[in-house]
């Protein structure tokens, strides 16, 4: 069975969300969009001059006859998020919008306080937020109070490579929100970071920076959808549980010599005899 | 800019992508996107932070000391 993503009145088949800045070149941003065929690409609104390059960017992507999911990057305030969402609409003819909010230059962490006026507005115009946020639950919650569907918390900073920061607060956004699609937004470096946020049952990935900035992006992208395709699915398997000592893979019974003591039964002993003492502790 | 008041005299003071220039007065945001070579291009625009929906610019007169922001499709993430 396809293992579809219900967003609004897209059903989308991939779960890699692909951004489309900083590629070295707009062929090179071509290629690594054929190779990882995402379900979404980000964009975004820059000024224009008469004789600019934008249309040239355009001209490519509608090629491709994949949803976009326009930004509101360089916002700081709610109020101009909103314009320039409103903007986005119009071009991109779509109520999409990933909603950037920035608070802090430094981290670009986003600003809660303007996230969540912003939101409220255009949810009331009509729009379909993503919001790009921090691990926050608070804030989550509130998101989710406005009318939100989407969450899209933080891995690490945008650009950074790092990873997912807080495994632990995106656990908790996961369990806590099970039936909002939750997507890993920034900070991802490397593709082992995709899958990990994929077998915690995030529901996709948005990266940028991680493939435009690689050495091969278009083979970047391309480890980034497959790793992605490789976290859900174990996702859907069910990890098995961590344990604190070895579980033979090979059945035992009927192997020759099995009634001899061997090593391996004295070490199972031993350690049950830890995982007691170790029960004792957390108990303690 | 110098189209901009091919048809009238200049007398307003206006602010384009962050850049000061000179518009007729009474001219409209239609008439200012085509003017400027802005015609047939995919853009969206803003006065003084507020979004100017298409179907308003035939009618939207832009005023003195305006400021206009004019956007296209761009990368993004």
């Known amino acids: 069975m396809a293992d579809i993503l219900n967003i609004g009145d897209e059903q989308l088949s991939s779960r890699l969300f692909l951004g489309t800045a900083a590629y070295p070149s707009l062929e090179i941003l071509r290629g690594s969009i054929e190779v990882s065929k995402p379900s979404l690409i980000t964009v975004s609104l820059r000024r224009e ?4 390059t934008g249309q040239d960017f355009w001209n490519i992507i509608k090629e491709f006859n994949i949803p976009v999911l326009p930004n509101t990057a360089g916002c700081y305030s709610a109020k101009e998020a909103v314009t320039t969402a409103e903007m986005a ?19 670009l962490q986003p600003d809660p306080y303007e996230l969540l006026i912003a939101t409220e507005k255009l949810i009331a115009k009509g729009f379909e937020v993503y919001p790009y946020m921090s691990d926050d639950l608070v804030l989550a919650q509130r998101l989710v109070d406005l009318g939100c569907n989407i969450l899209m918390p933080w891995g690490a900073p945008i ?9 632990y607060a995106l656990k908790q956004l996961r369990a806590r929100f099970p039936d909002k699609i939750l997507v890993v937004d920034a900070g991802l470096g490397a593709p082992s970071h995709a899958a990990r946020a ?9 990266l940028n920076t991680a493939v435009a900035k690689a050495g091969d992006p278009a083979l970047m992208a391309k480890g980034f ?18 344990q604190e000592h070895a579980t033979p893979s090979t059945p035992l019974l009927d192997k020759p010599f099995w009634h001899q003591k061997t090593p391996l039964t004295a070490n199972r002993s031993t350690v049950k005899k830890l995982d007691r003492i170790i029960a004792t502790q957390m108990v303690k | 800019m110098e189209n901009l008041h091919k048809y009238r005299d200049i007398i307003m003071e206006i602010t384009l992508n962050g850049s000061v ?3 007729s007065e009474n001219v409209t945001i239609n008439e200012l996107l085509l003017s400027s070579d802005y015609k047939d291009k995919m853009v969206a625009v803003a006065i003084n932070g507020e979004f100017i929906p298409k179907s308003d610019h035939k009618t939207h007169i832009i005023n003195d000391k305006d400021e206009i922001e004019i956007v296209a499709p761009m990368q993004g993430g």
Do not use: P, Q, W
């Open chain 1, 49 to 52: 001059s008469a004789s600019g």
């Open chain 1, 89 to 107: 609409r119009e071009i991109f003819n779509t109520n999409r919008i990933k909603l950037e909010v920035i608070g802090d230059d430094y981290t």
């Open chain 1, 159 to 167: 650009g950074s490579g790092r990873g997912l920061n807080n495994v």
């Open chain 1, 198 to 206: 994929m077998e915690l049952g995030y529901d996709a990935c948005l």
């Open chain 1, 225 to 242: 959808a497959g790793a992605i395709k490789a976290g859900r699915d174990a996702y859907l398997a069910g990890i098995i549980d961590k």
């Open chain 2, 21 to 23: 220039t000179h518009a």
